[in-house]
């Protein structure tokens, strides 16, 4: 966001309970829910900022290993926290926010604590 020179720089952090996993990575599939019993759902992480947003033409390669968006980057953030996130039974994926600024979004399956 420090390329923002006007409006506010805001940053936002969300999280929910949503049901229907979606191998397609489309956040509009996932739905607000009132889980009972059994099924647990995922978590949906929801990261949203203010600034110069994402190019289109980039979006499908922002998670290949040393691509970055900045001259300064390293191109190993986005890699290495799919991966992890993957590693969980997740997904992490991105999108470009209206009218302007990015959205980063996760999801990570909600099990039951084990007892020891």
């Given at each position: ?56 033409q980039i979006v499908d390669r922002l998670f290949e290993p040393f691509y970055s968006s900045k001259p300064e980057g390293l191109g190993m953030g986005l890699t290495i926290s ?35």
């Amino acid at each position: 966001m420090s390329e923002v020179d006007e409006g506010p720089r805001e940053l936002e952090v969300c999280s929910e309970q949503v049901s229907g996993r979606d191998s397609g990575l489309k956040p509009e599939n996932f739905e607000q829910s009132n889980l009972a019993g059994d099924e647990r759902g995922d978590l949906l992480i929801t990261v949203r900022d203010s600034g110069p947003g994402l190019d289109p033409q980039i979006v499908d390669r922002l998670f290949e290993p040393f691509y970055s968006s900045k001259p300064e980057g390293l191109g190993m953030g986005l890699t290495i926290s799919r991966s992890i996130i993957e590693a969980h039974g997740g997904q992490l994926w991105a999108k470009q926010d209206a009218p302007r600024g990015a959205v980063f979004q996760f999801t990570l399956p909600i099990r039951e604590a084990q007892s020891s």
